[in-house]
């Protein structure tokens, strides 16, 4: 599994970090940064649930 982000999409809500803080994390300048591109299948569900929950579509899962 891979993790993509559309920087153009984002708005750094910082849902997905809420979700995944082990993935995704909103710093103080403002913007996301993926911290783990390739998380293991332990975080597989909370991946795939921050895809979801993100409210512009920003995040997808390659495979």
Not at 40 to 60: F, M, Q, T, W, Y
């Amino acid at each position: 599994m891979k993790v993509k982000v559309n920087f153009d999409l984002c708005t750094s809500n910082a849902v997905c970090m809420g979700i995944a803080p082990e993935v995704f994390e909103v710093r103080d300048d403002g913007y996301l940064y993926i911290l783990n591109e390739n998380p293991g299948p332990e975080l597989e569900d909370k991946v795939r649930e921050a895809v979801a929950s993100c409210p512009n579509g920003a995040i997808s899962i390659e495979e």
